[in-house]
């Protein structure tokens, strides 16, 4: 929702990484080739900190499959991925006061102190932190963890066995680990006293996932931890864990340094760390697979992978197609050509809108009830999520937590509406809402009919500078910190003219600058419609928004062209584009920016958005279509009768897979199981449900054909 550079500026979440790309495509590719000799030999030649070869670590015979060369997978073939990565190799033998990551946002682990310097032992022992000192090595805190951080890849070793009694010896802590929401993101520590390797995180409670691991200080373990939709998960020497859900992880904003070691405490037993790797997007499994086969052969430790590991009798040795996830592309030439489009966009406006056929509505909520969750406690199955990832979506109007008194979000049971409403307590506040969580989890759609109805004040002009909108993110960019962000206005007003509506698509720089050609470096953007709605645009009548009545607006994206309209008229069309079609979520706010005004509002009156019902509606066609990795569309088992259970039969391959149930498109909150038992409430409607595979690569998803109606 921008509609100027200096909105925009106060919009966007931060700027973009300053290195330039030449910089980036210059010294990556340089350093990754020197990396990749090095790791090679380094995998051919596993030494322990006692000099002796890893058990592993001689040339293999045929039942044990090749070791590792120059040409083999490994994780620097992916440098988009990798956020930060420290490997022992890049460090000459001796006191540590520097280790300079990689990674496209490097950052430098330091020590100033002597004393607190840990050291890189010899014959590829790693970086030595002693039992009872606090060696660390720190690096600033990162405010951009929760979207940054989706993974983790450690090997080190701890001298576990002579310290059975230690219950949390450190090896990694971003973020700190004071307590609180804002911290351990991720933490990986040792528990001597159980025998495993730790992987943790913070959501508001503190969450392990820990795994077995060797207790010889000569062996190395390797875990790979994650995060991926609701869940954490991690692999311990190539054991999964059982994983556990997770809720949103905030930024963190006490500037809690990081650190390897500990800086807390005195080491509670010798630690020594091989390499650390941590990378943005979502992992598929064939991802984690490959890391932790790569991670176990570097260490000569791959005969301890379980015997049903694809990577035991050889380590990853060829790029397919699950390390490649598809990533939005941005092409210069097609937008400029969509963004030359001229008054074609206006031939039809004011006239009737085009008949809308074949849709199925996917998604309705009439706030029956007040379905707005806090984001940093909102479940899957949860609908909108407030106040948003965005801090400054307001503007001028701060977005407290819905828990603040007096709320922003205010819910009338009798009308079954929902009001973001301005009000003054110490400062203007207001309400917003999204249909993802902090973090990136939630509901999303790529083409469709996305639909508000809503009412604004009714206030004459000169007003307040009013600032709402119902517009829409492309999820990608949560994900991908170095993609570009895309940006759907379906439409937006000033408190300026009630009846000039705003369309527009922006192309955001990403949060991260990263040399690609499929990314623009700069924003860019264009205005579909930006004009009064009245006569002399060609409607009937003036549409004044600050009429005290309710409106409905909707933007219909369809294969070839997009339509945007209002109280039934349309008001512009373009051809769609990947822009327009992306996988999008929905964010609502009603912000007040006081440029946008000739009025100061009155602080002891309050203002209110009303929102009778926001509605999503997909062509048949879409939802028949079957997508890669499904082998049909899902499908029901059982009968639809009340105490009765539907049963989904994902027809995909997956080990995590989300279900979102919907009653004739209303979301039934508090289900996300592969199975459902009907009652009395579901008595004649249909019941469609959401089946996503999130360990799959990209992530397909399907809806299930409707059940027959519930009696």
Known sequence: MICCGACEEKRDIKKSHPETSNYWHTTMTNRLSRRDLARAACAALVLTASGRLGRDARAAGPAQGSQPNAHSWHPGLFPEMIVKSWFQEDLAEGEVSSWQSGGVKPVAAMQA???????????NGGVLFKKGTKQAL??????DAPYLHRWWLVIARCNSAVNADANNVSVLCVNGAEGGPVHRQPQVCFRPSAGTFVSRLHDGKLKSEEGLCSTDFGDWNVMVGYRRGFVMQAVVNGVKTAGQTIYALAPNRMKSQSFMGDVNNPMRADVAIDCVIIGQSELNDS???????????????????PGDHPYRQSPPSAVDANDKPERYAFDSASWASWAAIGDERYAHRGEAAPPIRAYTTVFFDDFESNSVVDN???????????????????????TPPISASPSSYVHDATSHTLALRLLHKGRWRTGAFSSVNNNGQGRCWGKGIFEIRARLPKILAPRPGFFPAFWAYGKEHLFWRTRNRLETDFWEYDGLNGAYINISQHVHKPRLGYADPHITPRDVRRKIAG?????????????????????????QIEDDYTYFVIDGYEVARVPTTPE????KYIIVDFAYDKKKGRAQPDPSQTYDMVIDYIRVRQTETELARVPTAFSALPAFSGRASPGQALTVVPNVIASQIECLWYRDG??????????????????????????????VLDQPEAWTPESETVG
Request: glycine share 8%.
């Open 287 to 305: 991802q984690i697979d490959r890391l932790m086969g790569w991670g176990m052969w570097r260490v000569g430790r791959q005969s301890a992978l």
């Open 580 to 583: 327009l079609a992306v996988k």
């Open 666 to 695: 209303v979301p039934i909150v508090g289900e996300t199981g592969t199975s459902y038992e009907l009652s009395s409430r579901d008595v004649g409607h249909k019941i469609r449900c959401h089946v996503r595979a999130v360990s």
């Open 531 to 555: 004009y009064q709605v009245d006569p002399s645009s060609g409607f009937p009548s003036t549409i004044d928004v600050y009429d005290g009545e309710f409106h409905t607006w909707y933007a």
């Open 376 to 398: 940093s406690t909102g479940a899957q199955s949860s609908i909108w999520y407030a106040p948003t990832h965005l801090t400054t979506v307001g503007v001028d109007a701060a």
């Open 113 to 123: 102190e002597p004393s607190l310097r840990p050291t890189k032992l010899p014959n």
């Open 138 to 143: 720190t690096w600033p805190a990162e405010n």
